[in-house]
């Protein structure tokens, strides 16, 4: 298949974890298109400061499996919902350290509205609905598996979680 | 008695010891089943801060436990 060819066709959004630190050029090479207006990608990083205490590093652990399954049905999503080109998200597994990109997310369209708001989504919900757990290591006291916060912005039929 | 196949993640792994285990079990539903396990293991969370995932997909605690099932017990996510 020639790559003319395989460019024209819809790209299936890829959802993937990571076990090497990402490289969000390249990520966005793969995800540039001819088609595409507008892209818009969000890098979720390893902050200094969570909840008022010094985060020194993470880990990241993974139900594998499912979380492909559920990242991929949440890209799908954001095609249904959005006219977009193309879409693609990354999340680290594995020890990150502060200021690391834990998860990326990128998405290509015609136009900027359609990219803003799908990756809007999608990164709503892969915080939502992913089997992916954190680990943090601060400079004083023990590790914690801390939980997300569930987001206002979520649709209501969508189940929430307490942190 | 059936068998089911367990993984456990994160704050329940680290309690469990083990990121699963083979386990034989009368229980129903996968519920009965996180009864039984976090007597053993003392897991301190509830089912109800919890999913359950059964063959790789998200699960109903309720529904009728199959043999030979891969059950999952899914602590509150952090992801992105």
Redesign the interface.
């Known amino acids: 298949m020639s790559t003319k060819k395989a460019k024209a066709a819809q790209p299936t959004p890829q959802f993937r974890l990571a076990g090497a630190p990402l490289d969000p050029e390249r990520l966005r090479s793969e995800l540039l298109d001819a088609r595409a207006g507008g892209f818009v990608a969000f890098e ?1 990083r390893v902050r200094r400061r969570n909840d008022g205490r010094e985060v020194r590093s993470l880990e ?4 594998a ?3 492909e ?2 990242g991929a049905r949440i890209l799908a999503e954001a095609r249904a919902r959005h006219p977009i080109v193309a879409a693609a998200a990354v ?1 680290r597994v594995g020890h990150l350290q502060v200021g690391d990109i ?2 990326w997310v990128g998405v290509t369209a015609e136009h900027r509205d359609a990219a803003f708001a799908a990756c809007r989504y999608i ?1 709503d919900e ?10 943090e290591h601060y400079a004083k006291g023990v590790p914690v ?4 916060r569930v987001s206002a912005r979520r649709s209501p039929r969508a189940p929430g ?3 | 008695m059936k068998q089911v196949r367990v993984q456990y993640f994160a704050v329940l792994r680290e309690q469990a010891k083990r990121g699963e285990e083979r386990v034989e079990t009368n229980a129903g539903t996968p519920a009965g089943l996180y009864q039984e396990l976090a007597r053993r293991h003392g897991f301190t969370l509830p089912a109800a801060h919890l999913k359950v995932a059964i063959d790789d997909e998200f699960g109903a605690w309720h529904a009728p436990l199959p043999d030979n099932a891969r059950v999952a017990f899914i602590p509150p996510l952090a992801g992105g």
């Open positions: 979720g990241y652990e993974a139900y499996e499912l979380a399954k559920e999340h834990a998860v990164i892969l915080k939502a609905r992913v089997p992916i757990w954190k680990k598996w801390v939980s997300n979680r307490k942190s």
